[in-house]
């Protein structure tokens, strides 16, 4: 089975950066499509970003693009999410998540993934 353990969320005002951390442990993540997702309170969980491992092809939604940007480092089998201009209402506890073939789903569906991180909380000060 895969872990995954998330680190690098935090405080940080508006305007700045934080970058996260998601590492997989007893398999790699060859062949998956690695998801970050986020839920702040109240508010249902929604697709951040994704990237597929094989090519590195990324996806965003809407609301991140230009500000966020995922990538994957295969030596330490670790993808990371670089969230810079950060917002307050990007306030939430984010998750990393990774799939396994076949990928039948879209990848913005949560649905579609079946491996998830502790979760790290990213709070955001106006």
């Known amino acids: 089975q895969v872990q995954l353990v998330e680190s690098g969320g935090g405080l940080v005002q508006a305007g700045g950066s934080l970058r996260l951390s998601c590492a997989a442990s007893?398999?790699?993540?060859?062949?998956?499509?690695v998801g970050w997702f986020r839920q702040a309170p109240g508010k249902e969980r929604e697709f951040v970003a994704a990237?597929?491992?094989?090519?590195?092809?990324?996806y965003y939604a809407d609301s991140v693009k230009g500000r966020f940007t995922t990538s994957r480092d295969n030596a330490k089998n670790t993808v990371y999410l670089q969230m810079s201009s950060l917002k307050f209402e990007d306030t939430a506890a984010y998750y990393c998540?990774?799939?396994?073939?076949?990928?039948?789903?879209?990848?913005?569906?949560?649905?579609?993934?079946?491996?998830w991180g502790q979760g790290t909380q990213v709070t955001v000060s106006s």
């Open positions: 998540a990774a799939d396994s073939p076949p990928h039948y789903g879209s990848i913005w569906s949560s649905q579609e993934y079946d491996y």
């Open positions: 990237i597929t491992w094989n090519s590195g092809s990324t």
């Open positions: 007893g398999r790699t993540f060859n062949n998956c499509r």
